[in-house]
């Protein structure tokens, strides 16, 4: 199993990003999908989660602005980001619950993480 997360860059504060994360391989399900982010210098600080059936939480600091969606048949989440601003800047990193065919028990993978940054 293998997560690749990418549509990180560089934006203006006010700015909208889209990132994405594709999950790879076989013989497995997907139970939650979650954003994660982490700014120089800081822990890693969750940010949205959605499970299989569609439902949402988020930190506080983003309601309102970021979105997260996922295609359960393409074994993708996305992040939908909107009035960014600088402190938003950090690489975000995406995380799923694996379930693995033949178990019953979850085992978290973690993408490589693609960077964000806000200019003010």
């Known amino acids: 199993v293998q997560l690749q997360a990418s549509g990180g860059g560089l934006v203006q504060g006010g700015g909208s990003l889209t990132l994405s994360c594709a999950v790879s391989g076989s013989g497995f399900s997907i139970g939650d999908m979650r954003w994660y982010r982490q700014a120089p210098g800081k822990q890693r600080e969750f940010v949205a989660t959605?499970?299989?059936?569609?439902?949402?939480n988020y930190r506080d600091s983003v309601k309102g602005r970021f979105t997260i969606s996922r295609d359960n048949a393409k074994n993708t989440v996305s992040l939908q980001m909107n009035n960014l601003k600088p402190e938003d800047t950090a690489v975000y990193y995406c995380n799923a619950e694996i379930i693995s065919r033949g178990t019953w028990y979850p085992t978290t993978y973690w993408g490589q993480g693609t960077l964000v940054t806000v200019s003010s």
């Open positions: 959605m499970t299989r059936a569609g439902s949402t």
